[in-house]
């Protein structure tokens, strides 16, 4: 059992800091893909691309306000739940000393990324609430065996996959790797109601996304756009099982913007000249058979080359690091404050109607929390090590088959989405990479002053003892 006094000085520690963050900058922020959730909150439009869960979530604490500094609020008490829940996972399932676990909590407080995403008006601060909560429950159903944290465990995966539907495939494979463990029965038992569990939630957002947009079920509906986009390199007219697309596909090989350059893949998708552009011309327009047939070029070229795909991984985790050099630059267009507006006229005249407020020229504000990304833009480092600190946590507790090596594995499956899932180094995919980098830091940390003690990790606390 958890002891609760340093959970409430947690608490406590964690409501001081994000109210004085608060009341040192409440300001909100602008995105490129800011717009379009406001849209979802306002009814004036339904983009499944861009969560409209989180668009409810505006609508309910902003919208009704009348306020963009509510939306900073909401996410503000989101990050502050989230240090916490790192603090409970600490105690809970790593056994460390109440002091380190709060000093992470604290650490996630302050972290620049976290800080900067509380105040955009993105879905990355409440996508990391709902991965903590997913790990906290996965971790619970593997120290007692309840399937009630499987069933929990799937209704919070579709929470996460709401928010950023890049998590499907590693909600899906946690629902499989769960169970792995458990004797022949119980295994058959836990397999069946963690994926029986999860695919029915699965189904049933994909359902209601349906439902809203008038369309068939899906999680959004420009999945092959996506894919198209992110193995460009890959694709060759073979690949086409129309001859229209193949020839497209030709077409786009000797132009300005060839689908060899592993480097322009975004370009691919968000310019006139790309690729993605060409094939809805094919289909005159129609998103639909676009989106089908983009689809199948895609899954076809990685089933071709599944290599080449890996290939393209490691091409997108090594662009990071080349890209360290230039983080001033890189992070300032993240952030919101790129030499050209991020909001249109038309965009800038909505929000002004409905909250009040001029934001035009939200490029040009270089808030506290703006100066502080900056100022910490070398935290990347420490989020992209953040799998090998998971993986020496491991190497140093090789039997914490509850805390160290699940961990690990969750770790890894965020590697895999950000660099297998993304056809460009953005920095903001990193921001996940905070939560478990942090618990395996203070993992290790544990593990070094246990052993400066002549103790076992976790030894200096008799509750943990007791319950293992």
Not at 83 to 97: E, G, N, P, T
Not at 114 to 127: C, F, G, P
Request: glycine residues 6%; aromatic residues 12%; hydrophobic residues 55%.
């Amino acid at each position: 059992m958890v002891r609760l006094k340093p959970l409430a000085a947690a608490a406590l520690l964690l409501v001081l800091v994000k109210s004085i963050q608060f009341a040192v900058d409440s300001q909100a922020l602008f995105y490129d893909d800011s717009g379009a959730f406001l849209l979802n909150a306002l009814g004036y439009a339904f983009i499944p691309e861009r969560s409209f869960v989180y668009g409810a979530l505006i609508r309910v604490f902003s919208v009704s306000t009348h306020s963009l500094r509510a939306i900073v609020a909401m996410q503000i008490v989101m990050g502050g739940i989230t240090a916490w829940l790192l603090a409970f996972i600490l105690l809970r399932f790593f056994s460390v000393r109440p002091w380190l676990a709060i000093l992470a909590a604290i650490a996630f407080a302050f972290d620049p990324v976290q800080i900067v995403y509380e105040h955009l008006i993105m879905t990355e601060t409440a996508a990391m609430l709902a991965g903590a909560l997913f790990l906290a429950a996965a971790l619970q159903y593997l120290r007692t065996s309840s399937l009630r944290w499987l069933v929990a465990a799937s209704l919070l995966g579709i929470v996460l996959v709401s928010f950023r539907v890049v998590y499907v495939p590693i909600v899906f494979a946690c629902a499989v790797l769960l169970p792995i463990g458990r004797k022949p029965k119980a295994l058959a038992i836990a397999f069946l109601v963690s994926c029986s569990s999860t695919l029915l939630v699965q189904m049933g957002y994909r359902a209601l996304t349906g439902r809203l947009a008038g369309r068939e079920p899906a999680y959004q509906y420009r999945t092959g756009d996506f894919l198209v986009t992110l193995v460009a390199p890959l694709i060759k007219p073979e690949d086409a099982k129309d001859a229209r697309v193949a020839e497209a596909v030709r077409a786009q090989m000797q132009s300005s913007l060839p689908l060899s350059d592993a480097e322009s893949r975004t370009a691919q998708m968000w310019t006139a000249d790309g690729f993605v552009p060409r094939l809805y011309a094919v289909f005159g327009g129609d998103p639909k058979k676009a989106n089908q047939a983009g689809s199948q070029l895609a899954r076809a070229a990685i089933m071709r080359d599944p290599w080449g795909f890996a290939r393209l991984g490691f091409h997108t985790w090594l662009e990071y690091w080349q890209d360290i050099r230039r983080l001033n630059r890189v992070l300032a267009k993240e952030n919101g404050t790129p030499p050209t507006r991020v909001v249109g006229d038309s965009g800038a005249r909505m929000i002004s109607d409905v909250f009040g407020v001029d934001v035009s020229h939200q490029n040009t504000l270089y808030t506290p929390s703006r100066r502080y990304d900056l100022l910490g833009r070398y935290w990347n480092l420490f989020l992209l090590a953040s799998p090998l600190l998971a993986g020496l946590a491991v190497w140093c507790r090789p039997l914490d088959t509850r805390g160290a090596v699940p961990l690990f594995v969750w770790t890894l499956l965020l590697f895999a989405a950000t660099f297998w899932g993304a056809s460009e180094a953005a920095y903001r995919y990193l921001h996940p990479f905070s939560f478990p980098g942090l618990a395996a830091a203070a993992a290790l940390w544990e593990t070094w002053l246990a052993k400066s003690n002549g103790t076992t990790a976790g030894a200096f606390s008799q509750e943990a003892q007791a319950s293992r």
